[in-house]
Structure formats: structure tokens, C-alpha cells
């Protein structure tokens, strides 16, 4: 049985980006998913992300747009499954917020905690696992670090 397997947009950048000090940490769970070794996923939310990120970080040569879109394609769409959410799984995420009293951005983290409840995920892959649990305390003990 292969291991379920959703990734948060740290571990992605870090696994595509070479001078990214978790690049070596990260890098092997894509190649893993390439080779079908685990099963990985993201939710629709986290490759917005990914693409925001990748196009704004400071690094040289820049990622533009056009690579960017190349290497979520090439690294993630073709080596996962993408988790799409709805409008009742927006909500459900915004209770949760509520009920945790949590705020700001941790809303983020939350609605890839909720697809990686829905996919059925053995495991969430993050470089904010701290982060993570707080808005997924029932799962915490699937949450972890490359």
C-alpha cells in the first residue's frame, strides 16, 4: 500500500528551488512521488501559492511566470493529485477558524489541513509543522517534516 501523502507550498518550494536551504530535505519526497513510491497530493489552494511564490521570490535568475507555470506542471500536477475544494469546504474551514479561535493567515495552513482530510492523507508534509497543528490538532500526529 503506498503512503498518502499531501504537501504544504513549503515543501514544494523548497524541493524545486536549489538554494533553498530545505532544498535537500525536500527534493527526495517529489522524486519519490515521480517514481510512485507515495502518493502525493496538494490542494487547488496550494498551487496558487506555489505560483505566487515562485514568482516573487529573491532569487537569481528570477522565476518568471512562464517557468514557474513549466515547473509546478513538470513537478507537481504530473507526479500528484490535486484536491479540489468547494464552497462547503470553505466554510467548513472558516468554522473551524472560529471554533479554534484562531486568525489571520492561518486560515491558509487550514484549508490544505481540510483537503488533506478529504483525500484521506497519512501524512501532511510541511516545513510548518507548528503551524499546522494548530489548525489540525485532531491530526497532529500525521503531521510532519520532510
Request: net charge neutral; glycine share 6%; charged share 25%.
Amino acid at each position: 500500500m503506498t503512503v498518502k501523502v499531501l504537501t504544504d507550498t513549503s515543501v514544494l518550494v523548497a524541493a524545486m528551488v536549489d538554494s533553498h536551504p530545505s532544498h535537500e530535505r525536500a527534493l527526495p519526497w517529489l522524486q519519490r512521488a515521480k517514481r510512485g513510491e507515495v502518493e502525493l497530493a496538494v490542494c487547488t489552494h496550494t498551487l496558487a501559492e506555489l505560483f505566487a511564490v515562485l514568482t516573487t521570490l529573491p532569487v537569481r535568475p528570477k522565476i518568471g511566470p512562464d517557468l514557474a507555470r513549466r515547473l509546478i506542471r513538470e513537478n507537481v500536477e504530473s507526479a500528484g493529485v490535486v484536491v479540489d475544494l468547494g464552497g462547503d469546504d470553505y466554510r467548513a474551514v472558516l468554522d473551524s477558524q472560529t471554533a479554534l479561535g484562531l486568525r489571520g493567515g492561518s486560515v491558509y495552513d487550514a484549508v490544505a489541513a481540510r483537503a488533506a482530510r478529504i483525500w484521506g492523507a497519512d501524512q501532511l508534509l510541511t516545513l510548518n509543522e507548528r503551524d499546522f497543528r494548530r489548525v489540525w490538532p485532531e491530526a497532529a500526529n500525521r503531521i510532519a517534516a520532510p
